[in-house]
């Protein structure tokens, strides 16, 4: 009996080769007859029928290529925004640090021209908020006792020309923050005194309930020589009485105001103050620590 496994591998294997003869005899035969030019018509034929799906193909991969290059550039857009806003960002925060230098560095210059022109040791503060307490004229300042504040001390400031004045004294005192009277406060009383040539005329400059914001000057003596223009500033003379009193720590020749007039009151004068500085466009102020030695 045949072995049939040997059967069908033979039979396989002439199957195989007789496949492999046919395309090899196609391939000749296809050969030949490109070579003598009759499949020419037949290529062209072919090549204008497939050239329409090439072009598609080939502009639909320029598409591709325009597309995966336009999104690689608003990839490259969207960071360079990104970078550039943060760069803006940057910018604007510079200029706000170097306002803010500006800004000190011009406090600074001020103090140290205050300090080289009087006999002061002063610390700087802005003014957080000013406010009107049972009808007190008062502004709070951002040091406190931490810093060496102590109440009585005086509270000057500049405002465009005018010269560095009194604005008010320091009243209550917090760790971190002070309160600041203000002397148009009804209740603020300051000892002052007018210089005359070789004469000085003393009195008490106090706050007024006048809107226009004046300042009285009271105590002085009927032929007191004072007249309007006159300068006033402080007298110092609450130190004499004992350092414990308020206002204790205000130093003389702090300039206060000008004499706008002078009126009698019984025996003596009174006098109307207009203040160098409205406390209410002062934003800085200094505090008198002390006197330089």
Known sequence: ?????SFRTGGGYRGSSWVFGVMLFVALLLFLLDYQGVLTPVRLYITSQAAPLLNVLQRSNMMVEDWWGGTQDVRQLLAERDA?????????????????LELENARLRAQVRIEADTPWVLVGTEISVQAQVDGRQQAIVGIGSADGIVPGMAVVARYQSSPPSLIGVVDEVGEHSATVLLIRDFSSMVSAQVYRGDTVVRGIVRGTVEPDGLLEMLEIERDGAIE???????????????????????????????VRAVRMDGRSKVVDVQPFIDAEMVRYVWIIQSEAE
């Not at 009996?1 to 496994?5: A, L």
């Not at 550039?84 to 306002?99: F, P």
């Open 1 to 5: 009996m045949r072995d049939r496994s």
């Open 228 to 258: 309007a223009g006159d300068t006033v500033v402080t007298a110092g003379l609450t130190r004499l009485f004992g350092a414990s009193l308020p206002n204790a720590a205000i130093p003389a020749d702090i300039p206060v105001g000008v």
């Open 84 to 100: 550039l806003q943060k760069e803006n960002s940057d910018l604007k925060a510079q200029i706000i640090r170097m306002s803010q």
